[in-house]
């Protein structure tokens, strides 16, 4: 089960910690907010990869960094369904 808590919110940044997630969600999701022109600096950090809780950094160009969150989750669930729906008969 993955849980989001907002260590910090201001008006263009967002600062996350990410439980139940590691590697492989993170840096997809970093992908996909990179390729966001309105993200202005992105980044995440495991401080421990067997206790540590990610924690996700967000900088946006001045729109609010929860709406470029969300459209960034909207894009990589429209290109999973793409995939599965390639690969269902």
Request: with cysteine.
């Amino acid at each position: 089960m993955v849980m989001l808590k907002i260590v910090e919110l201001g008006k263009n940044y967002v600062k996350l910690i990410v439980k139940g997630e590691d590697h492989t969600y993170l840096n997809l999701l970093q992908h996909y907010l990179s390729q966001d022109s309105r993200t202005v600096l992105v980044r995440y950090n495991i401080p421990h990869p067997l206790v540590g809780e990610p924690e996700l950094y967000l900088r946006t160009d001045g729109t609010n960094p929860l709406e470029v969150l969300k459209k960034a989750n909207e894009n990589i669930v429209a290109v999973c369904d793409d995939l599965l729906s390639q690969i269902q008969p």
